[in-house]
């Protein structure tokens, strides 16, 4: 290809990347319902599959699903929000406990500077003497001041938590009120048509591909077995990594331990940044209820360890080489889905760059890009003894 043509195939590749990004941007409030759908669509696939063999119709499962689903998420949807709330509340609004000598409120030892829970009492007696984030602060703040450190390096940590958009993305989660039903019924519908569809749709696209079709067939295959596995096995994963969390900080007398747990099975979805985000909370509420580093450091040993043998040896293994991609790639891909979509677009960024790159791959003009998406060249097939030796050894 001549230069000049090439740098206006180079420039009107960049021209439709950024329209194609505005479109995404613009139309989120379309587009999110319907990438959740197809996600949930093809993780969902394997039990209608497995049902349908059982002798029972694909429709009345659908159905079932939809509305265990649709239970299921708004149940969750408004506990979780009433904990957003909850944590965001200050002292004035969230510690309307009595503080008597009773058993109800949990003893602050004065000595250690550390809430201590008494035989009897919940998670609602320290979440009610804690506070919310705006107390959370102030109690590091004061700790950091007791502890001797520099009296800039102290006010500089604590605007910086008090300048953490915090409540921002606690809006971008909060999953209550008459749009987040809006939003899940919008999903469950769009669930229901993708899988009346399917069969459908799959035989549109193998038409159109035409003498492609084994091709087209093998990429639609890819696809859907790469996002059923990957989902399955994150599931799992956050499913183990919140619960691990949830037991250790109820072990350790941590504040908003259920809310945690659940923060951190979400964010677990979000790789990298998600394991952060969900450790440097609970990290900073232990070291607000007690003056030593102890529960601070034994919080951060748990999420570390725990994230490091489930996320990066367990997981690994499992998945095997099934979604390919390099381990830059999926940070920026985080970076540019966030950006574009916000908290969700973070929850889908891997799942929808592996998709692009499985169909890069599928054509040979393309073929290049998808291997520079994924985390290596493709291995090149050993050569045989007698041809690895010449036309002389032959």
């Not at 979509?341 to 003009?365: H, K, N, R, Y």
Request: one cysteine or more.
């Amino acid at each position: 290809m001549p230069p000049a043509n090439r740098a206006l195939t180079f420039l009107l590749g960049i021209i439709a990347t950024i329209l194609v990004g505005w479109v995404v941007h613009t139309g989120s409030a379309i587009l999110k319902p319907l990438v959740i759908a197809l996600l949930l669509a093809s993780m969902l696939q394997p039990v209608v599959i497995g049902l349908k063999r059982r002798g029972i119709p694909p429709p009345v499962t659908i159905i079932l699903m939809v509305w265990l689903l649709f239970l299921g998420i708004v149940q969750v949807g408004l506990l979780f929000n009433a904990n957003v709330q909850k944590f965001l509340e200050s002292g004035s609004d969230a510690a309307n406990v009595p503080t008597t000598e009773s058993a109800e409120a949990p003893a602050l030892d004065p000595m250690a500077g550390r809430l201590e829970l008494l035989p009897g009492q919940s998670q609602e007696d320290l979440i009610g003497e804690t506070g919310g984030w705006v107390d959370i602060v102030d109690k590091i703040e004061t700790r950091l001041t007791s502890s001797g450190m520099a009296e800039s390096v102290v006010r500089y940590a604590a605007k910086a938590l008090r300048e953490l958009p915090v409540d921002r993305m606690a809006g971008d989660l909060a999953i209550g009120g008459f749009g987040f039903v809006a939003n899940v019924v919008l999903v469950l519908i769009y669930m229901v048509f993708i899988f009346a569809e399917q069969a459908v749709f799959r035989r549109k696209i193998l038409s159109i591909a035409g003498e492609r079709h084994d091709d087209a067939e093998r990429v639609l295959n890819t696809i859907g077995r790469g996002i059923q596995r990957y989902l399955g096995v994150k599931t799992v994963v956050s499913l183990l990594t919140g619960s691990l969390c949830y037991l250790v900080m109820v072990a350790l007398d941590i504040p908003y331990a259920l809310f945690f747990g659940f923060l951190t099975f979400m964010f677990n979805y979000i790789p990298t940044f998600g394991s952060i985000i969900a450790g440097s909370l609970p990290t900073m509420t232990a070291l607000a209820v007690e003056a030593s580093w102890t529960k601070a450091a034994a919080i951060m040993s748990t999420y570390l360890a725990v994230n490091l043998t489930l996320g990066s040896f367990i997981e690994p293994r499992i998945l095997g080489r099934e979604l390919n991609l390099s381990p830059l790639v999926v940070v920026v891909s985080v970076v540019v889905w966030a950006g574009l979509w916000g908290v969700v677009g973070g929850f889908l960024a891997v799942p929808l760059t592996a998709s692009l790159q499985i169909c890069l791959a599928s054509q040979e003009s393309t073929r290049p890009l998808a291997v520079m998406l994924g985390s290596g060249p493709p291995r090149e097939k050993k050569k045989a003894p007698d041809q690895a030796k010449g036309p002389e050894a032959a």
